[in-house]
């Protein structure tokens, strides 16, 4: 007979502060779900008030209304969740646009790809400094960055700033990796594939022919659902990923490993 304790995977994160921005919706929700059910005190910040509320109403957890693009705000998130449960363990800094009028170079003006840049990029940056004041004083931590696919690949159907703004995303991840790594902390991007949040299917409810465009080129031949990107999450943010930092961790649906899909 084995002596070894089994591992509980079901309460991978108990004792565990997770702060997740864009937490009312898509991924960030379906995120919140799994962490709460794997033991994590959850804190959401998202700008959507009613929906967030809701969230935290659903999940018994706090929720806090944040500009992710505004530092002071940033900063009151953290806090409050470090002044509320007395540690910041984990932060997945996921909230994201992609509006409409973000699309070709040749058309996209200055106003659209800044607000992009906002809220994509530098929310993360303002989201990352907020928590390693915390993490680096704990000596532990996992931060995950919502990057993209289209941060690895060249897309024909051009958001260019929105593609810009996830580069940004994997390199600031990738190097915070590197040089937190020996303080205990650990940070990695996460870059899905196309998912059926409504943020997608807003885009796509207004040109099908650029949904059908992209869904072709999936080798698993459909778009994510919010759970499969949240499991990857809750891995990056578990012991289970200790050896893991400053990855390039696709969960695309093999988009980025295909030359042609198959029949």
């Known amino acids: 007979m084995s002596s070894l304790t ?22 960030g929700l379906a995120t919140a779900k799994r962490f709460a059910a794997e033991g994590a005190t959850v804190v959401i910040g998202d700008l959507d008030e009613p929906a967030g509320l809701a ?34 363990d984990i932060a997945f800094n996921n909230a994201g646009i992609s509006p409409p009028d973000d699309d070709s170079i040749e058309t996209t ?25 915390y993490m680096v004083k704990q000596g532990r931590g996992s931060i995950i960055n919502t990057a993209s696919f289209v941060a690895v690949l060249g897309s024909a159907t051009s958001q260019i700033s929105y593609t810009a703004s996830k580069g940004g995303v994997l390199a600031l991840s990738r190097e ?46 459909r778009f994510a659902e919010p759970e499969e990107l949240a499991a990857a999450v809750a891995f990056l943010a578990s012991d289970d990923s200790s050896f893991i930092t400053g990855s390039t961790f696709l969960v695309d649906g093999g988009i980025s490993s295909a030359y042609v899909t198959p029949m």
């Open 176 to 221: 915070l990796g590197v040089q937190f790594a020996r303080q205990g902390i650990r940070v990695n991007a996460l870059c899905p594939g196309p998912v059926n949040t409504p943020l997608l299917q807003e885009l796509f409810a207004k040109d099908p022919e650029r949904a059908a465009r992209r869904l072709v080129h999936i080798p698993v031949g």
């Open 109 to 133: 003006e200055l106003p659209a790809w800044q607000r992009v840049q906002d809220v994509n990029l530098k929310s993360v940056y303002l989201c990352c400094r907020s928590a390693l004041r």
């Open 6 to 27: 089994p591992i509980d995977l079901t309460q991978r994160l108990a004792g565990r502060v997770a702060v997740i921005t864009g937490g009312a919706s898509g991924i």
């Open 55 to 88: 969230a935290a109403d659903l999940l018994d957890c706090l929720f806090v209304k944040v500009d992710v693009t505004d530092e002071d705000e940033v900063n009151a998130l953290f806090d409050t969740a470090y002044l509320t449960y007395g540690s910041v």
